[in-house]
Every structure is written in structure tokens, then in C-alpha cells.
């Protein structure tokens, strides 16, 4: 019998500070663990606590994976604290991430905010593997300020990438910026593709989601073609805890990706 | 019942049952220990608690109802060590098996929640898989009625028939055994010197008599709660969910202590929390509650379920919509064990009865 609570030891290779309270870590799992664009991990630090986070990084690479980390509490503070060459657990990978094969043939809007750029990070590797494949491919993405715009000069390289229309936006600007001031549904109207069989992707705090919902809605796209990357209370990761219920479902083992029209009938989604 | 039935050579058929004596259920509770972790049903002031069997001594007792501890404590452990350090291992993998004694129809029901929860091939419980694989359920029919039990109204016998590997149902003098699994089967053949057949058919409707009395007790006590009708109950919470003042006033005085899921055969949610000791880390599994407001909160406080009427709607609306969705089962085994907990005296049949408008 296998033990699903056990974690794999893992070393901290290394730690880049995104910003004042968001960082980046490189992890070498012990044991082979590959994961799918949109899965996620529960990531433990020895004796404090774990919880659920989402690599950033490419899924092709095996041996390493990045997590981005927002310091708010208990355990992504004792995470901040690491340093290169300490031992965290990993377990996973969990949940059923987004499922790449429907995006044959289609357009595709990818919608991220905040912190929500880390998990979008992997599906747009993913994307960009699979580029041949699907039409047309828009990412648009905002921020409260340009502080907090993780990954910044990755995103300013595919600005440039001609086979990806996108646009990013921040809430406030500061003097260096020159681009869109807003939330993100602001750079959404001038989205061009064939709505009414797009798949659209939002990640991202649960209020841009909602607007970002509407907003795709609005714009013509089905609600199950809507995916979204709903975050609850987590703690088992694999359906038996029973912290994480959406009306019939677990976001952990039957998301944490859910179609629009999967869920938009039960109560409290976007808290 | 299932009776051993033999077709004599005349073309008339003869009624065998197996019958166990008291004493020789010691004998057997004795041989078993070498194999299980024996419990047996002891009689305190809080009612009938499990036990460890020890030995002809025990002052144990079949029948009555059902214990005031959960069958779960014994196969779900309020607090249980899962993993240790970074080790494959599962924890205490070379305990004996429980071995349970005297389990009632409701806590049986029980297992078909607990088993769709925690049964399955990829992310499966270990130690709970491996005590329902290994351990030994010896049943048997309620003999009493507790003030609270109300197992008739969500289409429960007082009396199991199914999920156990054998059943006692007390009769004068010993009782009558029935089987209902392979590893019931071969226990009995086992142990046929302490089983033997028997041809009475008075023991039969001896039987039958009690099942049919304490029945006819629940049913009363059920329509004296109003509790609406078994085919109704999933239809009502689904109904009267945006009802907000029937929740309000039914969940005005709880306190949050998590009794009610504590005590609850099919409450299986858990919370796994870390701790270290000089240079080893282990990981826990402990019980959780619904009912407390941090359950469902996550990070920057956002809590989907802020308030206690929230949290009550969601306890009903799970075991009364989704495991009737996703398990085909309602998840209230009519136990009362709530009911019994509760120092507020919320009441889950006055709530099912309220809810019906
Ligand atoms: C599928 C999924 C993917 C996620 N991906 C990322 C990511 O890539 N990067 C990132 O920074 N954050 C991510 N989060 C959020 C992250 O899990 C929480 O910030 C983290 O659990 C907070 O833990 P804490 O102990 O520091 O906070 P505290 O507030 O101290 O936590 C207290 C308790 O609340 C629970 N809790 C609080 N918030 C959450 C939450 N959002 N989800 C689950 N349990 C919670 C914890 O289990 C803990 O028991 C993700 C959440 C989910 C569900
Ligand atoms: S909800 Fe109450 S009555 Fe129903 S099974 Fe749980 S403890 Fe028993
Ligand atoms: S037992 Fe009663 S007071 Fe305690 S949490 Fe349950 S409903 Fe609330
Ligand atoms: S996190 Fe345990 S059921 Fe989803």
C-alpha cells in the first residue's frame, strides 16, 4: 500500500526574492516528480507545516520545479525563510490541472492577476510547447503596481514573440511605466478571436477572477469554456479531508481547474 | 436471514441455524485475541462504551444499543500519526486489527461513507484500508432503544444486514448467528465446535419478535419528532438551503465545540498538521470540524463560510445533497449521537422537522 501523506525530501537549490513578499524557489526533488500544467503540490516544511502551492515553472524540465510564494501566514513565512541547501517536503502532484488536449484547434485567453502569474507561468510554457497546435494565443495580465509583476523580464521577452498577442495593465502606475493603467478587464475589449468557441484561462485573486468571468462571458465566450483556478482551504490534497468542497466537488482532486459551468451555481466560489 | 438450509431426503425442508452460546462467545473472544485487538460494548453511565476484551472477566454486553464512541475511532483514529520523516512507511502497518464486538446497524451504515471517503487505489487511507481488510466485525441486533435514535427514519433496520461478517442476534441463553461475508463463513467453520446447527424454529421467531419490537419503539419516537419522510430528506435541505432564518435559528446556540463531528460515525474530515521532536518530524491526521469557523478560511481571511449558520446549512448540506449526489447515501446514520452531544441541544430531528415548511 503507498502512503499518500508521506512527502518527498527535496533541497532548496535556490531562493530569488520577487519582491518584498514574494519569492521564488528552484527545488531538486529526491525522487522523480513531474507534474502537469495547473497541478499542484503540497510543500512542507520539516515539523512546521505545509500547504498547497502551484510550480511556476516549465513542466518539461524533470529534474528541478520553481514555486512562487506569497508570504501570509504560518507556513509561507517559515517557507521565506529557507535558504539554498535546506530540506523542504514535497507531495504530489496533485489535482487534475488544465486539460491541454481541448485547446487543440481553439483560440486561447489566458487571464492572470497578481500572484496568479506564477501558476499561468507553467501553462504558458506548456502553451508555448503546443504552439503549432492552437490558433490564435492571448495573454492579458494585470497588477496592482509594477512592483509586483512577477517574472517581469520573461514577460517583456514575449511581448516581442509575434505568435502571442499580448498586453499587460497595473492598477497604479509609477513613473517608469508606460503601458495600460487599470484592471485587467480594461485590455480586454480589444481581444480578437473567435469567442463563441475560445477557451479562456483565468487565474488570479478571486475578485479579478469574477470580473474576469463576466468579463469573458460578456465578450461572447461559453461558460464551459471558461476554466478557472479556484483556491479553498486544503489540507489532504486528495479528496479526503474534506476542507476544500465546491457543491459536489473537491477543488483539490476534481480541480483546482473547474469550468465556469461546473460551478457557478453553488454558493460562496468567489470567497 | 440466511439460514444454512439442507433439503432432506423426504422433500420437506428443515430449519438449521447456527447458535452460539454466552460462554462459548467468550471462548471465542479469547482464541481472537491472539489475532485482533478484541472490543466489546461495556455498560457505563454514559451508555454502552467500547472496551478492550479482557478475557472471560469482561463484563461486556451484546446487544442493547449502540455505543456512545463512533465505530470510526477505531479504524479513523482521532489522532494518528501518518508518516514519519521522509519514509514511505506507514505507521503501525504490523498493529493487530481490530476485532469489534456487538456493532449496531447504524455504525455499520457509517462504513458506507467512511469506505467511499477513504477507500481507493491511488490516494487511499492506509491504515483505515488495511483495519476494514484485516479487521473482524461480529455484529448484532439492537435489543433497546436509546432516547435519541431515529435510525428508522433514514430507512435503517435496527438490526444490520449487511457490512458485517457475522451478526449475534440475542436470544435466551446464547445467540443466533448469522453470516454475511467469506470471512464470516470461515469463522464458523473454524470454530464449529463452538457454533453448532440447530433446528428451532422458536429461536427463529424468538428473533424475529425483538427485531419487530424495537423496531415498532423507533418508528414511535420518530413520529413523535416529525421527522419528515426518508424519500423527503434530501429534497428539503436542497430546498429550504436559502432559507437563511431556519438556519439562523436552528444554529443560534452552538458554541462551536465540534461535538457533533466528533461523535458522528460518517464525519470524516481532518486536519493534518507537523511535529518535531529532537531531529524526527512526523506527520499527524486529526479529527476536524466543520462547524469551527476557521475551517474553511483560507489566506487573507477570506471565509466562504464566515458565519455559524453557514457552517450548519453546510454540515446538513453535506450529508443530506452531496453524499446522496456523489455516493448514493445519505450521510445521517439516525444514530443521535448529535443529539446527545450538543450543549447547545441543537437537535437534528427538530432541524429536519423545522426544515419541512
Ligand atoms: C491549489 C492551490 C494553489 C496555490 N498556489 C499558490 C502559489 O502558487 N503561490 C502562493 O503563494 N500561494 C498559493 N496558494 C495559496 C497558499 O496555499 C496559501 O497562501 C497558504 O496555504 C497559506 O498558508 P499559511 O500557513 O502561510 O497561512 P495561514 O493564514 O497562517 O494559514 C492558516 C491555515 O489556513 C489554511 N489556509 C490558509 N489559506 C489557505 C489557502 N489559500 N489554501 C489552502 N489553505 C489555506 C492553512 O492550511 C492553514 O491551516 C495556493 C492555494 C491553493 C489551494
Ligand atoms: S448526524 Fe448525528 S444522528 Fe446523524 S449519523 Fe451523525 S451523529 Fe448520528
Ligand atoms: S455539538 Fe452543538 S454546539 Fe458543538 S459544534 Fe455541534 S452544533 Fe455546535
Ligand atoms: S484538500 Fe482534502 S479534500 Fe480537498
Known amino acids: 500500500m503507498k502512503n499518500p501523506y508521506r512527502s518527498i525530501k527535496t533541497e532548496v537549490l535556490k531562493v530569488t526574492t520577487e519582491t518584498p513578499t514574494i519569492k521564488t524557489f528552484l527545488l531538486k526533488p529526491g525522487e522523480k516528480l513531474t507534474f502537469r ?32 510564494i506569497v508570504k501570509v501566514g504560518k507556513v509561507t513565512e517559515a517557507i521565506h525563510d529557507l535558504k539554498p541547501g535546506d530540506t523542504v ?111 479562456a484561462v483565468v487565474c488570479g485573486p478571486p475578485i479579478m477572477m469574477k470580473f474576469a468571468t463576466f468579463k469573458l462571458q460578456e465578450l461572447g465566450v461559453k461558460d464551459r469554456n471558461i476554466y478557472l483556478s479556484m483556491e479553498k482551504n486544503m489540507s489532504c490534497g486528495f479528496g479526503k479531508c474534506g476542507h476544500c468542497r465546491i457543491g459536489p466537488y473537491y477543488c483539490c482532486k476534481d480541480g483546482p481547474v473547474f469550468t465556469y459551468d461546473m460551478i457557478r451555481d453553488y454558493p460562496g466560489i468567489w470567497e | 436471514m440466511q439460514y444454512p438450509l439442507d433439503k432432506a431426503e423426504s422433500g420437506s425442508y428443515f430449519f438449521f441455524m447456527i447458535f452460539l452460546k454466552h ?53 479513523f483514529l482521532g489522532r494518528e500519526k501518518v508518516a514519519e520523516d521522509f519514509k514511505p512507511d506507514i505507521p503501525r502497518k504490523n498493529d493487530k486489527p481490530p476485532c469489534m464486538v456487538g456493532v449496531k446497524s447504524c455504525d455499520l451504515k457509517g462504513f458506507k461513507i467512511l469506505d467511499f471517503v477513504f477507500i481507493d487505489e491511488e490516494f487511499g487511507d492506509p491504515t483505515y484500508m488495511k483495519a476494514r481488510r484485516d479487521g473482524l466485525i461480529i455484529s448484532s441486533d439492537c435489543t433497546a432503544v436509546g432516547e435519541n435514535c431515529f435510525c428508522t427514519a433514514v430507512n435503517l433496520n435496527p438490526w444490520p444486514d449487511s457490512q458485517f461478517d457475522i451478526n449475534l442476534s440475542p ?68 430546498k429550504q438551503y436559502e432559507n437563511m432564518e431556519v438556519w439562523e435559528e436552528s444554529s443560534r446556540n452552538c458554541v462551536e465545540c465540534g461535538a457533533c463531528n466528533t461523535v458522528c460515525p460518517t464525519c470524516h474530515c481532518f486536519l493534518l498538521y507537523e511535529q518535531k521532536t ?53 450521510a445521517c446514520t439516525g444514530c443521535g449521537r448529535c443529539i446527545a452531544a450538543c450543549p447547545g441541544k441543537i437537535d437534528i430531528r427538530e432541524v429536519l422537522a423545522r426544515l419541512e415548511v
Not at chain 1, 57 to 62: A, G, H, L
Not at chain 1, 154 to 168: A, P, Q, Y
Not at chain 2, 31 to 59: E, F, I, K, M, Q
Open chain 2, 278 to 330: 529532537d531531529d524526527k518530524f512526523a506527520r499527524f491526521r486529526v479529527w476536524d470540524s466543520c462547524m469551527i469557523k476557521d475551517f474553511a478560511r483560507v489566506a487573507g481571511g477570506e471565509n466562504p463560510r464566515a458565519r455559524l449558520w453557514m457552517r450548519l446549512r453546510n454540515r446538513f448540506d453535506k450529508k443530506f445533497n452531496y453524499f446522496p449526489e456523489v455516493a448514493g447515501e445519505i
Open chain 2, 23 to 75: 460462554a462459548d462467545l467468550d471462548e471465542l473472544l479469547d482464541s481472537l485475541s491472539g489475532d485482533y485487538h478484541v472490543y466489546v460494548p461495556v455498560n457505563t453511565a454514559r451508555g454502552a462504551g467500547y472496551t478492550r476484551y479482557r478475557g472471560p472477566g469482561t463484563d461486556y454486553a451484546v446487544g442493547g444499543i449502540r455505543s456512545f464512541d463512533p465505530l470510526k475511532s477505531f479504524y
Open chain 2, 171 to 238: 436470544v435466551d441463553g446464547g445467540f443466533v448467528v448469522e453470516l454475511g461475508s467469506g470471512k464470516g463463513k470461515k469463522l464458523v467453520e473454524e470454530y464449529s465446535l463452538l457454533f453448532r446447527n440447530v433446528e428451532d424454529v422458536k429461536l427463529d421467531g424468538a428473533v424475529k419478535e425483538n427485531r419487530k419490537a424495537v423496531k415498532k419503539e423507533v418508528e414511535v419516537r420518530v413520529a413523535e419528532k416529525n421527522i419528515p419522510a426518508y424519500r423527503r430528506l434530501e429534497r428539503i435541505v436542497t
Open chain 1, 37 to 68: 500544467p495547473g497541478q499542484f503540490m503540497e510543500m512542507s516544511v520539516p515539523g512546521v507545516g505545509e500547504a498547497p502551492f502551484t510550480p511556476s515553472s516549465d513542466s518539461e524540465i524533470k529534474e528541478t520545479m520553481e514555486i512562487t
Open chain 1, 89 to 199: 517536503g514535497l507531495r504530489g502532484p496533485l489535482g487534475k490541472g488544465y486539460p491541454m488536449t481541448k485547446f487543440i484547434g481553439q483560440d486561447v485567453i489566458v487571464v492572470g492577476g497578481g500572484v496568479g502569474l506564477a501558476p499561468i507561468r507553467t501553462l504558458m510554457y506548456g502553451l508555448f510547447h503546443m504552439r503549432d497546435q492552437i490558433d490564435k494565443l492571448v495573454y492579458r495580465a494585470g497588477c496592482r503596481n509594477p512592483g509586483e509583476l512577477l517574472y517581469r523580464s520573461e514577460l517583456e521577452d514575449w511581448m516581442k514573440r509575434s505568435d502571442l498577442d499580448m498586453k499587460l495593465t497595473v492598477d497604479q502606475a509609477d513613473e517608469a511605466w508606460n503601458g495600460p493603467v487599470g484592471v485587467v478587464t480594461t485590455i480586454m475589449d480589444d481581444i480578437d478571436v473567435n469567442f463563441s468557441r475560445a477557451r
